[in-house]
């Protein structure tokens, strides 16, 4: 069965500072992808990153990166100099791709942006 | 950019009354699926659809739910008699195929049952 935790249900970060959110998972399968969304105030889901379970290369989208570590099943969002605007909650995910067409969600971190 | 198209933004509705919530996915998407997100809680997954058929649905996708792509660009979900614990936030999704590496989400219906 697919699972997926984040264990930090919200940070506080000063503005411009890194932060890393975290997102372990549990599967079975060998083939998989894992994805992260933002979710801000207004309620939608924002596609941000997408690791593939053979990519060797740790996924980067501008000031988003992805540290995946598939030994640990972890897949933690690195986000580089926050801005106001991070301020969200941010759900990471993951597709099996073997059997399942669904993508499931983790129970989300809420991120805020200290001026 | 494309972008997935969901009608109403908010549906007011009482307890056991049918509600029809639209989607029009991205058009060149064969894959599609509702979540439904409860305030403050996590993204449930709902259903996927493909080929005209259901090819997966969660636990909570019991009988009062259907769904429907009744003619080649919409994509319906019916609560056939809605509940209060029904109220959420339903987000329609689709995507390209099966392996691709995200789903569109549209922007949600805001569903109350009073």
């Known amino acids: 069965a697919q699972k997926i935790t984040q264990t930090q249900p919200g940070m506080f970060v000063q503005e411009k500072e890194a932060v890393t959110l975290d997102c372990t998972y549990d599967?079975?399968?060998?083939?998989?992808?894992l994805f992260w969304y933002k979710q801000p105030s207004s309620g939608e889901m924002i596609f941000l990153i997408y690791?593939?379970?053979?990519?060797?290369q740790n996924a980067t989208e501008g000031r988003y990166s992805l540290n995946f570590q598939k030994a640990r099943k972890s897949a933690n969002l690195v986000i580089s100099a926050s801005q106001l605007g991070d301020s969200a909650m941010y759900f990471c995910?993951?597709?099996?791709?073997?059997?399942?067409?669904?993508?499931?969600f983790g129970s989300g971190t809420r991120l805020s942006i200290r001026p | 950019e494309p972008e997935v198209t969901q009608t109403p933004s908010h549906q007011v509705t009482q307890m056991g009354q049918e509600v029809i919530l639209r989607c029009v996915p991205i058009?060149?998407?064969?894959?599609f699926y509702w979540y439904r997100q409860i305030l403050g809680q996590k993204v449930e997954f709902l259903v996927s659809?493909?080929?005209?058929?259901?090819?997966?649905k969660s636990e909570i996708f019991d009988d009062q739910f259907s769904v429907e792509r009744p003619d080649g660009s919409n994509f319906t979900l019916k609560i056939r008699s809605t509940k209060l614990e029904d109220s959420a936030m339903y987000f329609c999704?689709?995507?390209?195929?099966?392996?691709?590496?995200?789903?569109?989400f549209g922007s949600g219906t805001q569903l109350s049952v009073l």
């Open positions: 058009s060149n998407h064969l894959y």
């Open positions: 690791q593939g379970s053979y990519d060797e």
């Open positions: 659809f493909y080929n005209n058929e259901i090819s997966e």
């Open positions: 599967t079975s399968d060998q083939s998989y992808g």
């Open positions: 999704a689709s995507s390209v195929d099966r392996q691709n590496e995200k789903l569109f």
């Open positions: 995910a993951m597709r099996e791709y073997s059997s399942a067409s669904k993508i499931i």
